[in-house]
């Protein structure tokens, strides 16, 4: 999870100190940091007042007031440290390299294209980042929890045209992204939706065969596979921060700030645009939409790619894009949670990466995204498509499928899509 960076007017005697409590590995983080930015400037750098921003079981997140600053070092910073390492086998992605690669990039690019926090040190060895603190600022979810629907709505908006202009910031960036990495020992990158798309591609027809008693007709299963072109070189990629949750989302007095690049990568901008239109992008508990706001927020999104991308004006051409990288979204997530849906245990690895995270509703959610696949397909013309997620739909009805998506509280008693 995400931190939430704040602001601290806090004082104390230049030294680092602890609030009481505070255990020893944060000490031992703050320390690191002091270290690491005495070298970077050398002169002593006192940092002080660690407060725990969230961080998650793979990282330590703390926001600290720099207590001795012989620079221009702001008054507070950010320091998470990784505590994982990269799992052993073929799959695995060290989470440091990618976002420590992520926020170089967009730290290079001018202040008022800039997506995220400035990182202002890194040190590997220790795998740490020291970034900049964004201040005292809402989150995406926070306005989604409160009980204004314009505000909500606002704050939607904003982060659909924020995610936009990341992308056309950094189109013709993935060689750059590429160099990053690779000073941090990586020998190739990927995408970590892609292994999962392509096996769910390959996979899901017999799930849905097996413990769904659904039969994907050959035509259905020919265009979902159809959208695999969209992993590959698409000559429309830009930069994603791939987890866009809405605790990971600030919603500063510059406009929307995006955390958390542990999964950044490149891949086709139709990704990100059709995540948009399914019940919650990537993380925390699904809710539905208000009838009308996923294609609010294609539009805002889709105003800040076409001057790069101009052809994706072309509703036909955007609407096919979209139904394409829709399928990669609901066939890997049926292949992540369906088993659980029926329960039965998966028989391999499941998606790292989903849409949605379930929480308890899984036949809901899951019935949700098929549902909208099916509407958007019937929409752009795919027949088959339409018909494989309607029969998908009805055979979930027999495992709680048939229930509603609540809400957010921001929208309760609105319309729902």
Known sequence: ?????????????????????????????????????????????????????????????????????????????????????????????????????????????????????????????????????????????????????????????????????????????????????????????????????????????????QLLRVEAAPAGVAEAREAARLLGGSGHRAFSPAEVRPDNCLLTGSGARFLDFEWGCFRDVALMGASLRLPLPSGGPARAQPAGMAEAMVAAWQAEITPVWGELADPEVLRERLLQAEVLWVWLSTRALLPAVVGVRPSGRVARVVVADPGEDAPAVLSALWRRLGTDAERAGHVATAEVAAAVVGALGRHGGEAVLPPYPAFAGCGQE
């Open 1 to 209: 999870m995400a931190p939430q960076m704040t602001d601290d007017a806090d004082t104390s005697n230049g030294r680092s100190t602890g609030p009481a409590g505070a255990d020893d590995r944060t000490t031992e983080v703050v320390h690191l940091a002091e270290e690491l930015l005495t070298r970077r400037h050398g002169a002593t750098v006192r940092l002080a007042d660690p407060e725990d921003l969230g961080g998650s079981t793979r990282s330590l997140v703390v926001r600290v007031r720099v207590a001795e600053n012989p620079f221009s070092l702001p008054r507070t910073l950010v320091i998470k440290h990784f505590h994982d390492e990269p799992g052993a086998g073929e799959q695995s992605i060290d989470r440091f390299h990618y976002e420590a690669a992520s926020c170089q990039l967009l730290t290079a690019m001018p202040s008022e294209e800039r997506a995220s926090p400035m990182l202002v040190a890194n040190d590997p060895a220790h795998r740490l980042l020291v970034l900049e603190d964004l201040g005292r600022c809402a989150t995406l979810a926070d306005r989604l929890e409160e009980r204004d629907p314009k505000a909500a709505e606002r704050a939607l908006l904003g982060w659909a045209r924020a995610l936009g202009r990341m992308q056309a910031a950094t189109a013709g960036r993935e060689n750059d992204f590429g160099a990053l990495l690779r000073r941090f020992g990586e020998r190739t990158w990927r995408d970590p939706l892609a292994d999962d798309a392509r096996a769910a591609l390959a996979e899901v027809p017999d799930q849905l065969a």
